[in-house]
């Protein structure tokens, strides 16, 4: 029997187009950029129930539903964080790997000799939030302020212990900088990690730390820690009841933590557009910005080029701390 001839009209054209474009939409974005099926590890250089972990098992089960892709988060602490962050810069640009970065570790290279450069062996994908901290005092300190905090340890000097989960992490930093702009002289007992710093802490064994903000309300609330102030200049929305360290006296001060994505140096212009694009999307899901203000994160994105910028002068501010401090690795 002979075929009738096929006849390209205007509406056929547009029929075939629509379909095209469906089945081009149901295909992976990866495959398409020559990606292999296997799981892609989102890289953290901090343990299971910190802030960049929370923020990392948030983002992945919905990286993995748009891309149909499976993502792992991998723990990979140890080293004030350089641990987790070579294993980022010595792995393929291929789209399989990427970490969820803190702000302080741009500092690690001041402090110690890591084989990668913190600038140039990353590829910035885009900001993800930020979150500020709280000064606290055990509630043995007497001390109701922190104008009063600040006077009764400058009457003990370095006999008052104050703790971190580790050298170069944002509450060693952040102390440091406070310490600066008011004369005291607090001793800095580095720990291995944010339980054991904040048992001490619970314990009185230390006197005074950074904590994250909603952390800090909560322990305030049960009477177990005093909250002394806010660390950065304006007032948090999410926490617009607790005053800054800068009204309080402290003037200028101002110092908090972002969180952002980064993949290895050299990954193609098409997956970091890819990721940055759904990831943008993701964060501006109402259920995942609630998520996130719960552990104390506002959502906050950007492109590449503006991460890349922000970076860099978080890197020089950090430096100049570093050097006017005189911080060292205790």
Avoid: C
Avoid at 41 to 64: E, F, Y
Avoid at 138 to 145: D, E, G, I, K, L
Avoid at 159 to 166: F, M, R
């Amino acid at each position: 029997m002979r075929r009738s001839k096929r006849i390209d009209s205007p509406r056929r054209r547009i029929v075939l187009a629509a379909v095209t474009g469906l089945v081009a939409s149901a295909v992976p974005f990866a495959h398409g950029q020559g990606i292999s099926d296997r799981p892609v590890r989102i890289l953290l250089a901090q343990t299971a129930g910190t802030t960049p972990d929370l923020i990392a098992r948030t983002l992945a089960p919905r990286l993995q539903a748009r891309w149909n892709q499976p993502f792992i988060v991998e723990n990979r602490p140890g080293a004030s964080g350089a641990i987790g962050m070579e294993a980022v810069a010595k792995a393929a640009p291929d789209g399989h790997t990427i970490r969820i970065n803190t702000s302080n570790e741009m500092s690690i290279g001041l402090f110690y000799k890591v084989p990668f450069d913190v600038l140039a062996d990353f590829t910035p994908i885009t900001m993800v939030g930020s979150t500020i901290f709280a000064l606290v005092s055990h509630p043995s300190v007497p001390a109701t302020n922190v104008r009063e905090f600040i006077g009764w340890a400058k009457a003990r000097g370095a006999e008052i212990n104050y703790g971190s989960p580790g050298n170069n992490t944002f509450h060693h930093v952040a102390m440091e900088q406070f310490k600066l702009q008011t004369g005291l002289q607090m001793t800095h007992i580095p720990y291995k990690g944010s339980a054991p710093a904040f048992t001490d802490l619970l314990g009185g064994r230390i006197s005074a730390m950074f904590l994250p903000m909603g952390v800090a309300q909560n322990m305030a609330k049960d009477g177990k820690l005093r909250l002394l102030g806010g660390s950065t200049r304006e007032r948090s929305p999410l926490t617009p009841d607790v005053p800054s360290l800068h009204e309080m006296g402290v003037t200028g001060f101002d110092a908090l933590v972002w969180f952002a994505v980064y993949g290895p140096r050299g990954m193609s212009e098409e997956l970091v557009t890819h990721y940055n694009t759904l990831l943008r999307a993701i964060l501006a899901e109402p259920e995942v910005r609630e998520a996130l203000a719960k552990q104390g994160v506002s959502v906050r994105t950007s492109t590449p080029q503006e991460l890349e910028r922000i970076a860099k002068a978080e890197y020089d501010s950090l430096a100049k701390l570093v050097r006017d401090a005189n911080i060292k690795a205790d």
